[in-house]
Each structure stands twice: as C-alpha cells, then as structure tokens.
C-alpha cells in the first residue's frame, strides 16, 4: 500500500532540503522541539507531535505535589525544560531545578525555560552525557544531594552504543539507575519514561524504525541485533514486572526500592506522512554529536513509512483531541516509578 500523493512527494523533497546541510545536535532541534514538542497553545501538556507528555501528566503531577519546600530536582537527558512549563512550574518554592543534557542548544533553551519561573531556583547545569558521572570522568557540575525526585524521560536510548561490537545493556541500565537511585533521598522517586521500540504481533513503534534502517543497510552487522537486544533489556528491568529492584537491593542492601511501571499506548502526530519520517528519527537514529546529520537515514524512513505505513499503525487521527485529522502513527511508552524507601 503506497499512501503518498503529489503534495506528499513535495513535502518529501522539502524535509530532505531541510536536513541536508544540518549537524546531528541541530536535526535532533529540528526533530524534537520544532515537531515532536510544538505546543498546542492554551492547552497544558499538549503537543502537536506526541501524545506522551498529557499521558505522562498524571504520574508526574502525583511526585510533583509530593516535593518538600525548598526540594532538589534533578532532570537527566533533560532536553530544552518543556517539562517545566508542563509539571515543574507547580513545584514548591525554592525548588533546585539541576539538570544534565549534552545537546547545547537544548540546554540553552531549558535555561531560557527555567528563568520564566523566578520561584525556582537554578541548580547545576552540566552540559555532559550521563555517562561521565559513573563512568570515571571528573565532573565537576555534581548536584547538591540528596534528591526528591529525579527525571529520566524519554532519555535512556544514549545510554549504551549499539555501534559498540560487544555491548551489555542490561548492566549500562542497572549502572545508570544505581547511580540514580544513589543520589535519591529517603522517600525519592525516579521518574523514568521511554518508548517500547519492541515489535508487537506485526505492529511496530515509529522508532523501531531505527532497527529495520541498521538491519536492511548493514546486513553483516551486529547493530539490528544489538538494537532489539537493548529493547528487550529496558523492558526486563524496567517495564511492568522489571526485575531492576533485585539489582538495587543488592547494591544499596539499606534501601527498599520498589518499582511500579506500566505500558501505555501513545502516538506520534504530523500534519505529513513527510514529518512522520522525520519523527522515525528521534530516538537511535538521531547521535547527539555535531557530526554532518546522515540524510540517508531520514531517506530510509520517508521510504518506509511511505511503502509500509501499516507497519507503524499510520491512520489519519478522527478523535477529539488537538491533532484531529493528522497522520498518527504508534509509538508506545513505558511509564516507570521507581522509589527509594
Ligand atoms: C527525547 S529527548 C528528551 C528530552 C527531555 N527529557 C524531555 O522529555 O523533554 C532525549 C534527550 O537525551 C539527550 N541525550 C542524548 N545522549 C545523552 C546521554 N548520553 N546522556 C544524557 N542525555 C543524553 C538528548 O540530547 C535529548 O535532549
């Protein structure tokens, strides 16, 4: 089934143009806040790109009005602080917003974003990948401790390099936690969301896309492989009965970590099956570097989406919501509350 139309191959050639000359730090903007997170004026939550922020409200809202007065946040792969217009506006005051993100631009933005809230107050704002902090770099941007809440959304796709030959995702993740949860104060959550990129019964997430891009142009390679194998670990330790508690009561013997996840059928949205492609992009097929952008990889999805749009549930949206009459495509997310008791 081919959904493509004259006007789409036009908005086609106009994305490619677009993204030809871009950095990946600068199509990852493009990507992320100029469509996924466009918002939907007057209206909290709601972005024209996805549905998982609104989805997401309610279990962030719920540790949000939990937060002492003159409490610690800290938000990891923090993008440009579209979570504080959304839930972190309504946090005590004198709240300490640290945040760690390595895209520059979006750490610009999330600064911009915080200094709208003079009832909040800056913590530190380290510009470095996660990594850094347990993995043997000195970094000197470290937040004050402990922490009451702490935000890992839609951020632990950076976390292992599938290009690597020998990967172990399921030890980044527990080390990336641990760490974490370390920092959590007595009654702390870790608030960690991300998409289930797993195929399920011949549907797949937008962003699966990325495994069918590594399996179709690098055969030979390990990275399609190493792709599903990461999948499969978030959802072992952290989807609904993930086993992540087991690793931390081993780490932290002191400590009584519960964890409480669930799957959540959420979407992308674009006005052209064009921007779809483009969304394709968002989670391992976008580096977080300033290497050229690889056109090649939004050609793949523009390609694929277009000759298999039922692949990713690609319908036109006909409920009440901003985005009636969009394109909408799948791409579930895992909501996963991790607390330190
Ligand atoms: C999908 S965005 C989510 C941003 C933000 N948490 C939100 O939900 O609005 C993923 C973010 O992870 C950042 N990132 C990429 N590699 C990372 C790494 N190794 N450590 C921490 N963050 C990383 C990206 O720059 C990007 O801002």
């Known amino acids: 089934m081919t959904i493509v139309s004259q006007e789409e191959h036009v908005h086609f050639k106009e994305v490619l143009e677009e993204f030809r000359e871009l950095t990946n730090e600068e199509a990852y903007v493009h990507i992320f806040s100029q469509r996924m997170m466009k918002p939907v004026p007057n209206r909290n939550a709601e972005y024209y790109g996805c549905d998982q ?20 946040v800290f938000d990891v792969g923090a993008g440009s602080g579209d979570v504080v217009d959304f839930a972190l506006q309504s946090a005590p005051k004198n709240t300490v917003i640290n945040i760690e993100e390595p895209n520059s631009i979006l750490i610009q933005n999330y600064l911009k974003t915080l200094k709208r809230y003079p009832h909040l107050r800056m913590g530190v704002a380290y510009d470095g990948i996660i990594q850094n902090y347990y993995r043997g770099k000195i970094v000197k941007q470290y937040p004050a401790q402990p922490q009451d809440l702490i935000l890992a959304i839609h951020m632990i796709y950076h976390l292992t390099d599938f290009m690597m030959p020998q990967i172990d995702p399921e030890s980044d993740i527990i080390d990336a936690v641990s760490f974490l949860y370390g920092l959590l104060a007595p009654g702390g959550s870790l608030f960690i969301v991300y998409a289930d990129l797993l195929d399920y019964a011949n549907s797949k997430a937008a962003c699966g896309l990325a495994e069918v891009f590594f399996r179709e142009k690098y055969p030979k390679d390990y990275f399609a492989d190493h792709l599903v194998s990461i999948y499969k670990a978030r959802n072992q330790l952290l989807g609904p009965d993930g086993t992540i508690e087991t690793h931390l009561k081993k ?8 964890l409480k996840s669930e799957r959540r059928k959420t979407h992308f949205f674009a006005e052209s099956v064009a921007d779809i492609g483009v969304l394709c992009l968002a989670t391992e097929l ?8 690889k056109l090649a990889k939004l050609q793949f999805c523009l390609d694929y989406v277009s000759r298999y749009p039922e692949s990713i549930g690609l319908e036109k949206e006909t409920g009440n919501v901003p985005q009636k009459g969009c394109w909408r495509a799948n791409e579930p997310q895992v909501i996963a509350t991790l607390t330190k008791a």
Request: positive net charge.
């Open 53 to 72: 922020r609104i989805d997401m409200l309610p279990f962030l809202k719920t540790l949000v009005d939990k937060l002492p007065e003159n409490g610690q």
């Open 251 to 258: 780490r932290f013997p002191n400590t009584e970590p519960k």
């Open 286 to 293: 976008c580096s977080s570097n300033r290497d050229k952008f």
